[in-house]
């Protein structure tokens, strides 16, 4: 018999098992200019947070080229070097709300990293899940274009190593930002064994992913969302579209862009979740990765820029992933 000790030991490690970590110290390193929405504060808050909860921590590698190639052309990978090289005198403006600094380049490549390592290690058996904490975020990364604070597509770039290195037929990718994923929309559109599924809200930035964009044969599901939509709304619209289409497609592995700007105290748009319902979309994802893929599922962080909301509600999420 276990002692009263052993047992709480136990118990703490039954519902804190099952979960890796992937980050890298350069992701902080990547520095946008003042001000900016997307800084390393961001990551910080989140790895701070994570500090209470027991996961094993992996370095987040750099990501190979033929993995990037498989969502971004040679061509425009290799265009962003000029970029990289001018960025030891000043910070590179790609878009209207995209930079990169001296130390962007390795997080950039470490962040796509992290997502195919993770893929890798759930694929291995290495564990049942893992939570990539990286910044830049990616799910607004087109094939060739960097956008709205994204260069390369995190979790696209994970789902095709999924396909093409593990060999499997059906991904799915659950996107929950606020803001539509429209790169890995664009990935989804043109492969059928990618199921996309996303929760936003609209209008709103990057004014993509509408209802009637459903994909190949239905393998991409809209749920737009209208400004001030609160839990009730965001529950149903997952229970009757998003968590069905998940269900019916039956994934061998399902991906999760999880951003945390649907929460009502960010600043960047209009809708009123709070907390509790990304524990509940932690709960109800990892019911369904048990029922289809033998409970393996990676998430990778996207947005969230409120920095408390942006912490507590990555905590919720991940803390009902691991629970038992």
Known sequence: MLPLGG??????????????????????????????????????????????????????????????????????????????????????????????????????????????????????????????????????????????????????IGALHALEAHGLNRVAIVDFDVHHGNGTQTVAESESRLMFASTHQAPLYPGTGARNETGIGGNVVNAPLPAGAGSVEWRAAMESRVLPALDAFAPELILVSAGFDAHKADPLAQMELETDDFAWAGQRLKELALRHCKGKLVSTLEGGYDLAALAGSALAYLEALQRD
């Open 7 to 156: 047992l709480r030991l136990l118990s703490a490690w039954r519902y804190m098992r099952g979960m890796l970590l992937f980050t890298h110290p350069s992701m902080l390193r990547h520095e946008p200019p003042g001000g900016h929405a997307e800084h390393p504060g961001r990551l910080q808050a989140v790895l701070d947070a994570l500090e209470s909860v027991t996961l094993e921590r992996r370095v987040s590698p750099h990501a190979e080229k033929e993995a990037i190639a498989r969502v971004h052309p040679y061509g425009y990978i290799n265009a962003l070097e000029p970029a990289f090289a001018e960025t030891a005198d000043a910070r590179v403006r790609l878009d209207p709300d995209t930079y990169i600094s001296s130390g962007s380049r390795e997080a950039i490549y470490r962040a796509a990293g992290a997502c195919v390592a993770a893929v890798d290690a759930v694929m291995n058996d290495e564990d049942d899940m893992a939570f990539c904490a990286v910044r830049p975020p990616g799910h607004h990364a087109e094939p060739l274009a960097p956008m709205g604070f994204c260069i390369f597509n995190n979790v696209a």
